[in-house]
């Protein structure tokens, strides 16, 4: 009798044993089956999406308040990320004024992004002079200056470069024109290169923005 009893808590023991091992394997193939889904083909909005962010490296400026901003300021939302100056003759104003009118174009059901303007002209763009010159695309607007070589290397995590010289009276900066849209992780997710629409930037941003959205859900 004691013999039979042993032997019946013995299978009921491998019973639970074996349960326990269907449902710690069934959740590994669950987890193993949710590869994330690979960046989306944005050729169309001449943009180009990274599979995983590239992280941004640390750093140290003023925004357009005067205030100390480092890379943490970046995380928590999406930003779009432009390297210019205030006295840009036509590239930057024009790209500013286009993502203005893109923001009007995001749905509201979207995260709203901010939009970011790092300096390659630090010593003209003083934080007033970028608070001044940013009010007039609108709320949202912001500007980062401070040390030069801090701001390059900046802008090479962005992907992008610039490079000062003298047209006669005039100081220019040649630099780059794409936009780097950054994730809430503070990381650069993909780049816009131009020309650049309202229309493509609003669209772009709304599919990468649901990508991110499905593999955060998959990774759960």
């Keep these: 009798m004691a013999r039979s009893v042993r032997n019946t808590v013995?299978?009921?023991?491998?019973?639970?044993?074996l349960v326990f091992a269907l449902v710690v394997a069934r959740q590994v193939f669950k987890a193993d089956g949710q590869e994330p889904l690979p960046a989306p083909e944005l050729s169309e909005f001449n943009a180009f999406v990274y599979d995983r962010g590239r992280p941004i490296a640390e750093f140290e400026l003023l925004n357009e308040q005067g205030e100390v901003t480092t890379q943490e300021a970046l995380k928590g939302h999406w930003t779009f990320a432009f390297v210019g100056y205030t006295f840009c003759p036509d590239v930057c104003p024009a790209t500013l004024s286009n993502l203005r009118r893109a923001s009007a174009l995001i749905p509201a059901e979207l995260p709203q992004p901010s939009y970011l303007l790092i300096s390659a002209d630090p010593e003209r763009d003083s934080p007033e002079r970028l608070r001044e010159y940013l009010t007039f695309f609108g709320e949202g607007f912001q500007g980062l200056t401070g040390d030069l070589d801090t701001l390059r290397a900046l802008a090479k995590n962005l992907n992008a470069v610039f490079i000062?010289?003298?047209?006669?009276?005039?100081?220019?900066?040649?630099?780059?024109?794409?936009?780097?849209?950054?994730?809430?992780?503070?990381e650069l997710a993909a780049v816009i290169q131009p020309p650049h629409t309202p229309q493509a930037v609003a669209e772009a941003y709304g599919r990468i923005y649901q990508w991110a959205r499905e593999n955060r859900e998959r990774a759960r």
Excluded at 10 to 17: E, G, W
Aim: glycine share 6%.
């Design 10 to 17: 013995a299978i009921l023991l491998l019973a639970v044993v």
């Design 164 to 186: 000062h010289r003298q047209d006669g009276d005039l100081q220019l900066v040649d630099h780059s024109a794409h936009l780097a849209l950054i994730n809430p992780d503070g």
